[in-house]
C-alpha cells in the first residue's frame, strides 16, 4: 500500500521540493535567522511538500501551524529588532495551500471527496483567523497569504476538470463518428457483395438448373448455357476479388476497374443466357458520368435486372435508359404475375433506393397498371451534363 502511495508522487513533486529546499537553505545561510531547530523544520517541511498531493490537508496544517509561531516572533540580528521572517516557511503553506484548492476542492460529484474539500477549506479559514488574531495591524497580508493561492487552486482545479470533461466530450464524438463511419462502411461493402453477387450467383443458378432439366430429359446440352455459367462465375470471383483487395487497401494498379454503363451490354447478355428475354431501348445523348454515378447506375440496372430473374417469374423484360436535361433515367419493367415481397426483407430494393438518394436522385418500385413489376430511378448529373454542353 505504502509503495503505491510513494508511486503516485511526480517528477514535478520532486523537482518543486528539491527547488524548494534550495531556496530556504540559500535564505537561511544567507540571512543566519537565529536558532539551531530549523534543519529538522525545513526537512519536514520538504517532505511535506515532496507528498503534499498525496495528503494535501494533513500536509498543510503544520506549515501553517509553523507559520504562526514563527512569523511574527522578533529576533535580534546584527544588534537590532527585527521580524523572526522566514520566507521559505511561508512559501512552504502558500504551496501547500494551492494544493488544498488543487486537489481537494469544496466542491466534487463524491461524497468522500466533498468532505476533504470542505475540511481543507475550513483549515484556511482558521488559519486565516489565526494570522488576523496575532497581527490585527496587516490584515490584508492575513487574508492574502493563504486564501490567494487557495482561490488558485480552486480556478485551476475548475478548469482542469472543464477540460477533461471537454476532453471526454470531444473523445466520444471521435469514437461515434468512428463507430458511424465504420457502419457506413460496413453497410457500402454489404450492399457491393449483395448487388455483385446476387446477379452472378442467380445467373449461375438459373442456367445450371437449365442445364440440369436438360440432362434429366435426355437432352443435349448447349455449351454456351456451360460457358454462361463459367462468365458469371469468373465476374464474381473478379468482383469479390476487387472488393476485398479495396477493403486491404491494394493500389489502384492491383484493384480491378469499377463496373459502370458501358459494362452494361454485358450484363443484359447475362441475363439473356438465364432465360430471360429483355430489350434495351436508349434515349437521349449519352454524357460521361461521375464515376460513383457511373457504378450506382450500373447496380441498380443490375440488381433491378436480378430481382426479375428471381421473383418475377416473367417472360420479358424492358431496360430503358434515357439521357435527359435533368439527369439519367432508368427503366426495368417486366411481364410477370404479381409476386409476394422478396424473403430476406428486400434489401436489393433498399440498397437501390440508397444509391439513388446518395445523389439527390429518387427511385420508385412497385406494381404496373398493366401488369407485371417496374423500377424507375433518376440520378441527378446537372454537372456533367453542362460540363458536356461546353
Known amino acids: 500500500m505504502l509503495r503505491q502511495q510513494l508511486g503516485r508522487i511526480r517528477r514535478t513533486d520532486v523537482a518543486v521540493a528539491a527547488g524548494f529546499a534550495v531556496f530556504a537553505l540559500l535564505e537561511e545561510l544567507l540571512i543566519k535567522w537565529p536558532g539551531d531547530w530549523w534543519p529538522f523544520a525545513l526537512t519536514g517541511a520538504t517532505l511535506l511538500i515532496l507528498v503534499r498531493r498525496l495528503i494535501p490537508v ?9 507559520v504562526m509561531e514563527t512569523f511574527y516572533e522578533e529576533a535580534t540580528i546584527g544588534g537590532e529588532e527585527t521580524v523572526n521572517f522566514r520566507l521559505w516557511q511561508v512559501v512552504a503553506m502558500i504551496i501547500c495551500a ?7 476542492p469544496p466542491f466534487d460529484a463524491r461524497r468522500r471527496i466533498v468532505r476533504r474539500g470542505l475540511l481543507g477549506a475550513a483549515t484556511i479559514v482558521l488559519t486565516v483567523a489565526t494570522y488576523w488574531y496575532f497581527n490585527p495591524e496587516d490584515p490584508m497580508i492575513d487574508i492574502f497569504i493563504p486564501v490567494a493561492p487557495y482561490v488558485l487552486g480552486i480556478v485551476i482545479s475548475v478548469q482542469a476538470r472543464k477540460l477533461t470533461e471537454a476532453a471526454g466530450v470531444r473523445a466520444e464524438f471521435r469514437e461515434r463518428q468512428a463507430r458511424e463511419a465504420v457502419m457506413e462502411e460496413r453497410v457500402r461493402i454489404a450492399r457491393e457483395l449483395h448487388d455483385m453477387v446476387a446477379h452472378s450467383v442467380t445467373v449461375m443458378v438459373i442456367q445450371a438448373g437449365v442445364v440440369r432439366r436438360r440432362l434429366d430429359a435426355g437432352l443435349p446440352v448447349d455449351a454456351q448455357l456451360l460457358q454462361g455459367i463459367e462468365s458469371a462465375g469468373r465476374d464474381a470471383v473478379t468482383e469479390l476479388r476487387r472488393t476485398l483487395g479495396l477493403l486491404r487497401g491494394d493500389g489502384a494498379e492491383t484493384a480491378q476497374p469499377p463496373v459502370g454503363m458501358d459494362r452494361l451490354d454485358d450484363l443484359v447478355g447475362q441475363v ?13 445523348d449519352p454524357v460521361p458520368l461521375l464515376p460513383a454515378v457511373d457504378v450506382s447506375a450500373y447496380r441498380i440496372v443490375q440488381e433491378a435486372l436480378t430481382n426479375v430473374l428471381k421473383h418475377a417469374h416473367a417472360t420479358s423484360a424492358g431496360l430503358t435508359v434515357d439521357y435527359r436535361a435533368d439527369g439519367l433515367h432508368l427503366e426495368v419493367v417486366n411481364d410477370g404475375p404479381p409476386a409476394p415481397p422478396a424473403p430476406g426483407g428486400g434489401q436489393g430494393l433498399i440498397g437501390m433506393r440508397e444509391r439513388a438518394s446518395l445523389f439527390g436522385g429518387e427511385l420508385h418500385a412497385g406494381p404496373r397498371p398493366q401488369g407485371g413489376f417496374e423500377v424507375r430511378a433518376r440520378l441527378p448529373v446537372p454537372a456533367v451534363v453542362e460540363g458536356a454542353a461546353r
Open 98 to 104: 494551492y494544493t488544498v484548492g488543487r486537489w481537494v
Open 272 to 284: 439473356r443466357e438465364a432465360g430471360l428475354p429483355v430489350t434495351v431501348r436508349r434515349c437521349g
Open 58 to 66: 494533513l500536509a498543510m496544517i503544520p506549515n501553517a501551524l509553523a
